[in-house]
């Protein structure tokens, strides 16, 4: 009986520790692997094995989040540059002869056409 109970606390104990090191390792709480080996025996160390690694997960999430920042920044100077060559091409077809000219021009510079208030 006595060798019973040895061995049981035996087996406790490792399960506890070995549980408690496992989530160590993986930058998870100690106290949590106690408690799971304690709790769940060798099922606990099973679980303790299955979680993910949580350094590795954060470490996922920061590179993640940074290449979202980058995406947006990349978005951002794409926006900036197609303003930018809306600017440049700010540009209106004349009815009359079909020329390109400036959106400002109040007369066609090819036709002599007068634009009235007309949208751009
Ligand atoms: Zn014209």
Do not use: W
């Amino acid at each position: 009986m006595e060798f019973v109970v040895a061995t049981y606390l035996a087996y406790a104990t490792a399960c506890m520790f070995g549980a408690a090191s496992i989530m160590q390792k993986k930058g998870r709480s100690g106290l949590a692997g106690l408690a799971l080996g304690a709790l769940l025996g060798v099922f606990g160390l099973l679980i303790a094995a299955c979680l993910s690694d949580k350094k590795r997960d954060e470490l996922r999430i920061a590179e993640i989040n940074a290449t979202a920042a980058m995406a947006e920044a990349a978005a951002a100077s794409a926006r900036a540059a197609a303003r930018q060559l809306d600017a440049a091409n700010d540009t209106k077809v004349c009815p009359r002869c079909a020329e390109t000219v400036k959106a400002a021009a109040l007369v066609c510079r090819y036709c002599r056409h007068e634009f009235t208030a007309e949208p751009a």
